[in-house]
């Protein structure tokens, strides 16, 4: 069965630096997410991203972050200058088609740890 | 918020034994899903009730709606070791987020 695709499965970097956490959604899925989930805590909804745009984004997804379709496969989410508390694991997901009840299907995360 | 929330936040039964989570949310809503999460997994989508539907099964799984109480249940019949993770219901989907609840962890013993 196709898979989302979440690399690395760990990072680590130090604060301050530019990250990029990489997504292979399924490859005939239209839309695409970013959530995160601090350890303990919720999932949280980060940003949608449909046609080669932005669909929506939550308050969590300040001028910090931002994402990028480079190519017909990857889909990227980058944090500049990071912060202690961006530290947490990310999941990208992907679904089929707008509207209706079509799930999104979950990569494994990047755990990302900022030092 | 559309906010699911689950209870228990942990429950712990043996194997064999059937497992019931929670799940209320506050606002109305399109329909609700349950996603499972083992440990250090990504989310693993289970089930999708639409809102005009009050009952949905799926092999084990056994999930009821009430929209009046704006509440949900999993039920899971005979669990099995491997059926230890956690649980999430996640209001939204469709051409909105998905919203979760801060899930029920489920150990089931053998």
């Known amino acids: 069965e196709p898979e989302v695709t979440q690399t690395p499965s760990h990072q680590v970097t130090q604060m301050g630096q530019e990250v990029i956490l990489r997504c292979v959604p399924i490859?005939?899925?239209?839309?695409f997410y970013w959530y995160r989930q601090i350890l303990g805590q919720k999932v949280e909804f980060l940003v949608s991203?449909?046609?080669?745009?932005?669909?929506?984004k939550s308050e969590i997804f300040d001028d910090q972050f931002s994402v990028e379709r480079p190519d017909g496969s990857n889909f990227t989410l980058k944090i500049r200058s990071t912060k202690l508390e961006d530290s947490a694991m990310y999941f990208c997901?992907?679904?089929?088609?707008?509207?209706?009840?079509?799930?999104?299907?979950f990569g494994d995360g990047t755990r990302l740890s900022i030092l | 918020s559309q906010q699911g929330e689950e209870d228990p936040q942990a429950l712990s039964i043996q194997e064999g034994e059937n497992a019931t989570m929670n799940c209320s949310y506050k606002?109305?809503?399109?329909?609700l899903q349950w996603y499972r999460q083992n440990s250090g997994r990504g989310l693993v989508h289970l089930i999708l009730?639409?809102?005009?539907?009050r009952e949905k099964h799926s092999g084990r799984l056994r999930v009821t709606l009430d929209t009046s109480k704006k509440s949900s249940s999993l039920l899971i019949t005979a669990s099995r070791a491997a059926d230890t993770a956690s649980y999430f219901c996640?209001?939204?989907?469709?051409?909105?987020?998905?919203?979760f609840g801060k899930g029920t962890r489920l150990s089931v013993i053998a």
């Open positions: 009730i639409r809102s005009n539907e």
């Open positions: 490859s005939n899925h239209l839309y």
């Open positions: 991203f449909y046609n080669n745009e932005i669909s929506e």
């Open positions: 996640a209001t939204g989907g469709g051409n909105t987020p998905l919203v």
């Open positions: 606002t109305s809503i399109n329909n």
């Open positions: 997901a992907s679904r089929v088609q707008q509207g209706g009840n079509q799930p999104q299907h």
